[in-house]
């Protein structure tokens, strides 16, 4: 399985922008979709997931209200629609899949390259 994020960009703060994450080959319905991000020299931190097969989501309080997981299974897609964004949202987000509904960055076995989000003030 193969993750490619995109999406990311420069944006002014109040601003909105939408992050895709493509997988190649099979997803299985067990499978947990997740977004992180890592901000320089931070640790990598939990953004938001979905279950695979239903829509069962879960949120980072930092971003509760203002973003919006989805996932289209016909397209193997993963979204992030991100809204009202603060500077402290800049950081390279990453898509990963796993099987464990964990916000947790070691329980995720594929990752994507990252896309870079840049809020400006």
């Known amino acids: 399985v193969q993750l490619q994020a995109s999406g990311g960009g420069l944006v002014q703060a109040g601003g909105s922008l939408r992050l895709s994450c493509a997988a190649s080959g099979r997803i299985y319905s067990s499978a947990v979709m997740a977004w992180f991000r890592q901000a320089p020299g931070k640790e990598r931190e939990f953004v938001a997931l979905t279950r695979w097969s239903r829509t069962s989501t879960r949120y980072a309080g930092s971003v509760e209200g203002r973003f919006s997981i989805s996932r289209d299974t016909a397209r193997n897609t993963v979204y992030l629609q991100m809204n009202s964004l603060k500077p402290e949202d800049t950081a390279v987000y990453y898509c990963?899949?796993?099987?464990?509904?964990?916000?947790?960055?070691?329980?995720?076995?594929?990752w994507g390259q990252g896309t870079q989000v840049t809020v400006s003030s």
């Open positions: 990963a899949r796993g099987i464990q509904y964990s916000e947790q960055p070691g329980e995720y076995n594929y």
